[in-house]
């Protein structure tokens, strides 16, 4: 788990390609304090495996699955990425919990000045938005931000200066793609109230006045 508060802007070393599949090198500093083979290192918000490491970055693969479901298509040698390490039993939740598990891509939309702070337009899919509400919580390319507008097709985020400093976010331009990930809880209450509803249809009787009628009870 993840909270969404990036640590450090690592840099693309290498990218090795397999048919659908690729493994980063990724250049890091401070998150290598501590780092261990098999540690999760969110990338961009998606939770990756640290396979390989020296005081200078890490290596990690990325399979299929997550290629097909993120913007790691994009990427190329040189290029900038969020880095968080997973959260530890006791630390301060200053974001909001976070898998590293992507639901999918928004579509950078424009970015509007406000004083301090910077407007950031996101295009998202019906598949997303539905889980996307004003003063809820989402993970942009691993950061944590609050929504502060939505409608039908788009959302909108507030970036204030530290978060313009320390993440990739307002470095995008108009028609990239970033990694969304929704906030869970919303998820888990849509399952839950999906397999209650099956439920309940299944309690019904299938017992009808026409069942009746036919097997001579009426």
């Known amino acids: 788990m993840?909270?969404?508060?990036?640590?450090?802007?690592?840099?693309?070393?290498?990218i090795q390609r397999g048919a659908k599949s690729?493994?980063?090198s990724i250049a890091a500093n401070k998150i290598m304090d501590d780092v261990k083979l098999g540690d999760s290192i969110a990338t961009n918000g998606i939770c990756l495996t640290v396979v390989s490491f020296d005081s200078s970055g890490f290596t990690a693969d990325v399979m299929p699955e997550t290629m097909s479901r993120t913007n790691f298509g994009s990427l190329g040698v040189g290029g900038r990425v969020n880095l968080e390490r997973a959260v530890r039993v006791g630390d301060?939740?200053?974001?909001?919990?976070?898998?590293?598990?992507?639901?999918?891509?928004?579509e950078i939309v424009g970015q509007e000045k406000d004083d301090n702070a910077i407007w950031v337009s996101i295009a998202a899919p019906k598949n997303i938005l539905k889980y996307v509400i004003e003063k809820g919580s989402i993970?942009?390319?691993?950061?944590s931000l609050?929504?502060?507008?939505?409608d039908e097709k788009i959302f909108k985020v507030s970036i204030i200066p530290l978060t313009q400093d320390?993440?990739?976010?307002i470095s995008k331009k108009a028609g990239e793609k970033v990694n969304l990930e929704c906030d869970m809880t919303a998820k888990y209450i849509e399952k839950f109230m999906f397999h209650k509803e099956e439920e309940e249809k299944s309690e019904k009787s299938d017992i009808s006045m026409d069942f009746l009628r036919e097997n001579g009870f009426v």
Not at 2 to 14: H, N, P, S, V, Y
Not at 93 to 105: A, C, N, Y
Not at 139 to 143: F, H, N, Q, R, T
């Open 92 to 106: 301060r939740l200053g974001g909001h919990m976070v898998s590293g598990h992507v639901d999918g891509l928004g």
């Open 166 to 169: 320390d993440t990739t976010l």
């Open 2 to 14: 993840f909270t969404g508060l990036i640590e450090e802007i690592g840099q693309i070393k290498a």
């Open 139 to 143: 993970a942009i390319d691993g950061i």
């Open 22 to 24: 690729i493994r980063l």
């Open 146 to 150: 609050t929504v502060a507008y939505v």
